[in-house]
């Protein structure tokens, strides 16, 4: 069962765990800058998939979203 690191809810799939931490999650930041690299995207919701995504080739972003 997937479970979200930064909260500790856990889900039935990854598509559910993905969509939680898409919309959801609150402990996710709520700006619209990377608080890793500094990227800058023009809304919070397109930060956090930026984040999400670059966790799976980035340890850099996997560290911040596991340390939360």
Do not use: Q, W
């Not at 990854?14 to 931490?21: F, K, P, R, S, V």
């Amino acid at each position: 069962m997937p479970a979200c690191k930064l909260c500790g809810r856990s889900f039935d799939t990854i598509a559910d765990l993905y969509a939680h931490l898409r919309s959801e999650c609150s402990k996710m930041p709520k700006s619209r800058k990377c608080p890793v690299c500094g990227g800058k995207y023009y809304s919070i919701r397109l930060m956090r998939l930026h984040l999400i995504n670059e966790a799976l080739f980035d340890t850099r972003h996997m560290n911040y979203l596991i340390s939360v």
